[in-house]
């Protein structure tokens, strides 16, 4: 199958600080890859690269075999390809209806004259926004919090918030930067669920996580970058024997220590 | 900026108020005083739209109403044109300089942006003064016909009256329009985080100018009102110490509420005429409230509004 996402060769330098060089991997469509790595990899790095808020200084990506490098968002999340944030970015002005119907922007067109007029099709547009908002807020439990000002909701229910507003849109894919970041255990294994559920409506998702259980439970890809560098992709048993991850991760160089799960070694050297 | 039904029935009490009004106000030279403030209304709902929604604030806005004015009267004066006519291409030509002004400047952030409007400001009235060939320089351009509805010319103060509360009562309810809609929603998105909205479709560099240019026209009717209904402008009206004066009514009256344009503009219209004391200091006076308000009510009249509301709210639950 061709990956949805390619991401080829990509360069990316800040002042004399080499982000990423040479960076190359792939997603595929209705599949979950996660991107890990030790703070500083360039995990958040390729997001912005792939997502349009950075423009790599070398390389491409293609999305859907069209190259999109340098693309502005907006024109990507017409393309199906959204994201949600490591600092949380929830418009906290808006209700969280509103922060969900403004993520069908991107998928409606009616403008400033049609709104101050109120023209027929604008006023069916509308309701066709609310109703897909609200689907999308009951699929993530938060339908009985629609009408709240989305800045007074919990830091776990905000990122739900976010995740609802970038699926919304129905997207080929989502790039999710650290969705379970801050989250308690159960609300991580809540999250986990949802990931999957999404996954199983044919909806591909591109995870950047800290959390290697999670990480090792929902994706079926993992790529693993170090120093800006891309240094194995592949399923998450294939990584976690992978020797270079192991070196990098446990400065060992083949198995982990005995009894202990490599999951569970990753994770402990993250901390 | 909240634009739900209760922003409906509020209109419609404002609009009753307006119907009622002439009924209490006898003295010609009062309603003069209501017609401004409608002119104001007009100005400040636009220019916060700008404020509200893409957080930017303009010095420039008195230019655009200047041009208003000055672009109607003298095509409706020397060339002929009908003054509806007229109005409506000074409103096309104010939209053409918004944009032009726009895409360079709203890429600046903050602190330059307010400069280069100012800058734009000083620009406009240098021209009016130095263009006296036809604009009449110093002293003013006069002898701009009035707006006529079915043959009958809107000269007097009541007349106009009608007219100038019409739109200013339509211009709130259009901006109502927008800030509940789509667009309005990526406004608000844009303002609260510019980076998020985009990743979700919204055009953030072209709707800032957009709003921007929306803006500018509200001015620019405004001022167009403005010329029809006094017949002569004159370069002072529309200097930078107005664009202040609108900021400050924008900010007394609430920044990125809907009403809070017609707060500001229907406290700080009248003041100076009901504290003559105060007309020498205007300016001063002006600047002080602004102070105080940014202190110690940065959410404007409408937000005393709010808190009520919601203080009331608290307590009912």
Redesign the interface.
């Known amino acids: 199958m061709e990956p949805l996402l390619k991401v080829e060769a990509l360069d990316m330098s800040f002042g004399g600080v080499q982000a990423l060089s040479e960076v190359s991997f792939s997603a595929l469509a209705g599949r979950i890859t996660a991107v890990i790595g030790p703070n500083g990899a360039g995990k958040t790095t390729a997001i912005n690269c792939i997502?349009?808020?950075y423009r790599p200084q070398g390389g491409r990506v293609l999305f859907g075999g069209q190259a999109i490098t340098g693309l502005?968002?907006?024109v990507l999340?017409?393309q199906g390809l959204?994201?949600t944030?490591q600092n949380l970015?929830?418009?906290?002005?808006?209700t969280v209806l509103?922060?969900v119907?403004?993520?069908?922007?991107?998928?409606?067109g009616?403008?400033?004259v049609s709104?101050?007029?109120?023209l027929p099709g604008?006023r069916a547009?509308?309701r066709r926004?609310r109703a897909r908002a609200l689907e999308a807020l009951t699929f993530l439990g938060l339908a009985a919090r629609a009408g709240l000002p989305a800045g007074q909701l919990s830091y776990g229910d905000r990122k739900r918030v976010e995740l609802a507003?970038?699926l919304v849109?129905r997207p080929k894919l989502v790039l999710l930067d650290e969705p379970v970041a801050g989250l308690n255990p159960a609300e991580t294994e809540e999250m986990g669920r949802v990931l999957l559920e999404v996954r199983r409506q044919g909806v591909g998702l591109l995870l950047v996580e800290h959390d290697m259980s999670l990480v090792m439970r929902v994706s079926d890809q993992v790529v693993v970058l170090h120093f800006g560098r891309q240094i194995a992709q592949g399923d998450p048993q294939a990584i976690q024997r992978h020797p270079e991850v192991l070196r990098t991760y446990l400065g060992c160089q083949d198995q982990p220590p005995p009894g202990v799960e490599p999951a569970i070694a990753l994770e402990a050297a993250h901390a | 900026m909240n634009g739900g039904r209760a922003f409906l029935w509020q209109l419609l009490a404002l609009a009753a108020a307006v119907v009622l009004a002439p009924l209490l106000v006898g003295n010609p030279y009062h309603l003069n005083v209501l017609n401004v403030m409608a002119l104001n209304v007009l100005v400040v709902t636009g220019l916060n739209l700008l404020i509200g929604f893409a957080g930017h604030i303009s010095l420039g806005h008195a230019a655009f109403y200047g041009l208003g004015a000055y672009v109607s009267g003298i095509l409706s004066s020397t060339h002929g044109w009908d003054p509806w006519l007229s109005s409506l291409a000074a409103a096309l030509v104010v939209a053409l300089v918004a944009l032009v002004i726009g895409i360079p400047t709203l890429r600046l952030a903050g602190n330059y942006l307010v400069m280069a409007t100012l800058g734009f400001n000083l620009i406009v009235t240098i021209l009016i003064l130095q263009l006296d060939e036809f604009t009449g320089g110093p002293s003013g351009f006069s002898g701009i016909p009035p707006l006529k509805v079915l043959g009958r010319s809107l000269a007097s103060d009541q007349q106009f009256y009608w007219l100038v509360w019409g739109a200013a009562l339509l211009g709130l309810l259009?901006?109502r329009?927008?800030a509940d809609?789509?667009?309005?929603?990526?406004l608000?998105?844009l303002?609260?985080?510019p980076?998020?909205?985009?990743?979700?479709?919204?055009?953030?560099a072209a709707y800032k100018v957009?709003v921007f240019v929306?803006s500018a026209v509200y001015a620019s009717l405004a001022g167009s009102l403005y010329a029809h209904y006094f017949g002569i402008v004159t370069p002072k009206t529309f200097d930078i110490f107005f664009s202040v004066e609108l900021v400050t009514m924008c900010l007394v009256g609430g920044m990125g509420s809907l009403w809070g344009g017609f707060f500001g503009a229907a406290f700080l219209t009248p003041l100076p005429q009901v504290l003559h004391v105060f007309d020498e200091y205007k300016d001063v006076f002006f600047g002080g409230i602004l102070l105080v308000l940014l202190i110690y009510q940065p959410q404007g009249l409408a937000g005393l509004w709010t808190r009520h509301a919601r203080a009331r709210a608290a307590r009912s639950a």
């Open positions: 997502s349009g808020v502005a968002p907006h999340a017409r959204t994201r944030f970015q929830v418009f906290t002005n808006l509103e922060n119907m403004v993520g069908l922007h991107g998928v409606t009616k403008g400033f709104a101050m007029l109120r604008q547009e509308e926004i507003r970038a849109a | 259009l901006a329009n927008l809609s789509r667009v309005g929603r990526g608000k998105a303002h609260d985080s980076v998020a909205a985009a990743a979700v479709g919204v055009p953030t957009k929306l």
